[in-house]
């Protein structure tokens, strides 16, 4: 035989010349949910290993992120049901805890990329994603909008570096930047939730934040799971509309639109390693059925070799240790 690809896999220093994708830490976002008070930590039952913080925990958590070379966060806010009501006000509350600690966290560590969502489920006493029609259930599209607007430009007075619009509501990445650039935040920057299923692999988030709806579900705005040709009119959409950066969610079940989106999109292409996800490979790993810090690799390549420029994954404090050796 002339040919034979297996003399390009014959000893690790020629796999590795030609290794066609690499998984870096700076890579990696590292999702994390807050919650009010001081030096108080709370596991989250159905993720093991992954916590609630107050902002002083939260800083030291970034703080070592940061030491590893992880590049960014992702905030999300574990409120107490007395801050909710069906306009979700608290939002875009200067004076919250949200915004009190963006703040705190550019103060502590300024080069760490803060990302924020912009989306009313956290603060909405209904659990959605946009404003409840309070007689007939729907959710409402267009008066969602400047609710949302008015999150995000808070976020951004408070040291946002970029916002995340995870609402699924047609055209609010074209609303949410005209009011970030009216609002002088020209330069903050828009991460869309582009495609964003109606998945099953987001029980444990939602546990976490205690963020399901109290009605109904979320089929209205988020995604059919069968649809590809679908997410590649959103990408489209959302690039046209002004987003920096555009995603897909959940991750693994959906290694196939991340590539469709890649090959179309001019900007880049985040993939959210979901709560679900996480749980599958830990409760796995804790019976002794998997190596996880194999499959957890071998997962996070998936999304690279899929197309993905960046990952949000609950894995990525480890991976980022395991990386550094």
Aim: zero cysteines.
């Amino acid at each position: 035989m002339r040919i034979r690809p297996r003399r390009n896999r014959i000893s690790n220093s020629i796999r590795s010349l030609v290794r066609e994708n690499t998984l870096s830490p700076s890579d990696l976002i590292m999702p994390l949910f807050l919650i009010d008070g001081k030096n108080i930590k709370t596991e989250i039952p159905s993720m093991p290993g992954i916590y609630r913080r107050t902002p002083d925990l939260i800083i030291q958590e970034i703080k070592s992120l940061f030491s590893l070379g992880v590049p960014a966060v992702a905030l999300f806010p574990a409120l107490d049901d007395s801050l909710k009501d069906r306009y979700a006000k608290e939002s875009s509350n200067q004076k919250g805890l949200y915004q009190n600690t963006i703040r705190d966290i550019k103060n502590a560590v300024p080069e760490i990329t803060v990302i924020t969502d912009v989306a009313m489920d956290p603060y909405s006493s209904d659990g959605h994603d946009g404003l409840v029609d309070s007689t007939t259930g729907e959710i409402l599209n267009d008066e969602t909008l400047p609710i949302l607007a008015a999150m995000a430009v808070s976020q951004a007075a408070a040291g946002a570096d970029i916002v995340a619009p995870s609402d699924m509501m047609d055209g609010r990445i074209d609303y949410i930047r005209k009011a970030l650039d009216d609002g002088g935040f020209k330069n903050t920057g828009i991460l869309a939730y582009t495609a964003k299923y109606a998945s099953a692999f987001y029980g444990p988030f939602r546990d976490a934040l205690n963020s399901a709806p109290k009605k109904g579900d979320k089929k209205t705005y988020q995604m059919d799971p069968a649809n590809v040709r679908e997410a590649i009119r959103e990408a489209e959409l959302d690039i046209q509309e002004g987003a920096d950066i555009i995603m897909v969610k959940p991750g693994l079940p959906y290694l196939d639109v991340i590539r469709a989106i890649s090959e179309i999109s001019n900007v880049p292409v985040a993939a959210y390693n979901v709560s679900g996800e996480y749980a599958m490979l830990k409760a796995a790993s804790q019976n002794g059925w998997l190596d996880y810090e194999k499959v957890v690799l071998e997962t996070l390549m998936s999304f690279k070799r899929a197309g993905a420029d960046m990952i949000l994954s609950y894995h990525a404090g480890e991976a980022a240790e395991w990386i550094h050796g």
